[in-house]
């Protein structure tokens, strides 16, 4: 278990001394991790997706993003001091200065003990300092900070996806809200009172004195003699005793 898990981290050598090189090659692999090794620190950059620029224009920053770089995720970098053209300490700012690479575990190695040099390095971020030749002993070291810097990463990828979760959340109530706010309101519906109004206590009082009236009128006008039509007339007749 231990070493397969150790061989999912990938160191990448950085020396331009070949025997050098050849010897912590083979110290990382007897310790199981996966390893790339390069003779220089402006391969190492390469391999890592950054390029030097040319340093005769001051205006352009040092280092840039190579955009047809192959990504391969790189768990530390141990790399020399003394090497021609960049430094290990040239390569050690250059992470540092990369906001997609400054995570990533520096360690330096040099054949001369010098305690300003080792101070500056540490100060500038790098996790550790040996002095060649490395032993097996050394790299032990290694394993703590890699692991350290890998839970690191997951909490970090953990957060941002969370984050765009709740963001997702929001902008999804959000067009919730206003298709709520757009949508036309039913209307109440109007009182029985407000359609068909109710006749007030005098007009209802109107309309039975009207009614009484006409009924009065109809039932005198039933009632009254009309004697021309109904009692019959005598003409001419004599009566003789």
């Known amino acids: 278990m231990g070493m397969a898990a150790e061989s999912q981290f990938h160191v990448l050598a950085v020396d331009d001394s070949i025997i050098d090189r050849k010897l912590i090659e083979r110290l990382l692999r007897t310790s199981s991790y996966q390893v790339t090794t390069v003779d220089s620190g402006s391969k190492a950059l390469e391999f890592l997706g950054l390029r030097e620029n040319d340093k005769t224009?001051?205006?352009?920053?040092?280092?840039?993003l190579n955009n047809n770089h192959q990504e391969v995720e790189v768990n530390l970098v141990?790399?020399?001091?003394?090497?021609?053209?960049?430094?290990?300490?040239?390569?050690?700012?250059?992470?540092?200065?990369?906001?997609?690479?400054?995570?990533?575990?520096?360690?330096?190695m040099s054949s001369e003990n010098v305690p300003s040099r080792i101070s500056r390095c540490l100060e500038e971020g790098a996790e550790e300092f040996f002095l060649k030749p490395v032993r097996l002993s050394d790299l032990n070291k290694l394993k703590p900070h890699m692991k350290k810097t890998k839970l690191k990463d997951q909490k970090q990828g953990t957060a941002e996806k969370i984050e765009n979760s709740e963001v997702r959340q929001q902008h999804a109530q959000q067009i919730l809200q206003n298709d709520q706010q757009q949508a036309p309101k039913p209307q109440d519906p109007q009182p029985e009172s407000e359609s068909h109004p109710q006749p007030t206590i005098e007009q209802?009082?109107?309309?039975?004195q009207q009614a009484n009236n006409n009924k009065r009128k109809t039932m005198e006008q039933g009632l009254s003699p009309e004697t021309d039509r109904t009692r019959p007339r005598y003409s001419g007749i004599a009566t003789v005793v």
């Open 57 to 64: 224009n001051p205006s352009t920053p040092s280092v840039s």
């Open 78 to 108: 141990i790399t020399d001091y003394c090497m021609p053209g960049m430094t290990g300490y040239d390569l050690l700012k250059k992470i540092k200065e990369s906001s997609s690479l400054r995570n990533i575990p520096v360690v330096i």
């Open 204 to 208: 209802q009082q109107l309309s039975l």
